[in-house]
């Protein structure tokens, strides 16, 4: 087994994130990894802030090894898309611009992924809030031994903080909905683990997840945006094709298949949690109970368009309940 240091391009979206991206690169830079294996690959999406002007600051100190695109805003989906298209390392890493690595963990995950063995790997993350640590539902919270067992005992795929072998992601091309800003990487990392057997992963805490206003998020000091909740059900419809590939969904392995109903499953529980369970829990004005309904409708067209027999989950507010309390049950006791 070749463990020499591999090189890997760091993958970071930027809008208006003038006040994290210091941080963000400089967590990367501070590595103790050899510098020269590493590429930053930087996407602007339109920030009307200060971030391209820190860019070129960075891109200047680092030299050839840090490139820049510069474009209209197109959404995170538009982002991830044009990032991965100008990888040229044989292995690449999401990192959010308000997000930030912890010391050795581009070692820990290059280990743990036995030098680029698999397709891909994962890690584990904390959530960082006002310096505080929170830790979060995480892959290695649930035992598992392949990407089958991965899928059907977790609730939430990140698509930041895991190894992604190059030549796999683009032997299997996958498009996003246009525009899509929410839960895109749910989309993408379900896809892809649908197509593998074994799958890494670290168990060391690598990766500091930070929410900010700026960030890409759904809900943002009790306001929530309509667009972006119909983003999860657009996105699932954009889903069932790429993963049936004109296949009946009969005929899809078994992995496929538990890829479809997690999806499916998670994306009415999002719905029910973002429409109906937050704004009660937080105390701010939520959907209509009318827009909520047409989404749920809508999702359930989408499986009846391709003969997908999954119907609305059983227990849905009991299991968003329980989602939610584990969560905030986790962060209070670490």
């Not at 197109?74 to 040229?88: M, P, S």
């Not at 657009?234 to 590939?245: A, D, E, G, R």
């Not at 499953?265 to 009318?290: D, H, R």
């Amino acid at each position: 087994m070749n463990k020499k240091q591999i090189e890997i391009s760091f993958l970071i979206p930027c809008y208006n994130c003038s006040k994290t991206i210091d941080r963000c690169i400089n967590s990367i830079i501070t590595q103790k990894y050899d510098q020269n294996k590493i590429f930053y690959i930087c996407c602007n999406d339109g920030s009307n802030d200060d971030t391209l002007i820190k860019l070129k600051k960075w891109q200047k100190k680092v030299g050839k090894n840090f490139v820049i695109i510069d474009q209209k805003n197109q959404g995170l989906a538009g982002v991830r898309t044009v990032l991965i298209e100008n990888v040229k390392t044989d292995y690449f890493i999401f990192i959010d611009s308000d997000d930030y690595f912890f010391k050795n963990a581009v070692t820990h995950i290059v280990e743990a992924s036995k030098w680029g063995k698999y397709d891909i790997t994962v890690s584990k993350n904390i959530r960082m809030h006002d310096k505080k640590k929170y830790y979060m539902y995480s892959y290695i919270m649930f035992p598992w031994t392949n990407a089958c067992d991965f899928i059907k005992n977790n609730y939430v795929f990140f698509i930041w903080n895991n190894l992604f072998k190059t030549s796999f992601i683009k032997k299997y091309p996958f498009k996003w909905h246009t525009g899509t800003n929410t839960y895109e990487d749910y989309a993408f990392m379900l896809y892809y683990l649908s197509k593998i057997e074994k799958i890494g992963k670290c168990s060391n805490h690598t990766y500091a997840y930070v929410k900010t206003e700026n960030s890409y998020s759904i809900i943002t000091n009790k306001k929530w945006s309509e667009k972006k909740i119909e983003d999860i059900v657009n996105q699932y419809k954009y889903f069932l094709p790429q993963i049936l590939k004109k296949n009946k969904y009969e005929a899809l392995t078994k992995i496929s298949k538990i890829a479809i109903l997690n999806y499916f499953a998670f994306s009415c529980l999002t719905i029910k949690a973002l429409c109906v369970i937050y704004p009660i829990l937080y105390k701010f004005n939520g959907p209509s109970k009318e827009f909520y309904k047409r989404l749920i409708k809508n999702m359930l067209e989408a499986n009846e368009k391709y003969s997908i027999k999954l119907q609305y989950p059983k227990g849905l507010v009991r299991k968003t309940l329980h989602f939610i309390f584990r969560i905030n049950r986790i962060n209070k006791t670490n």
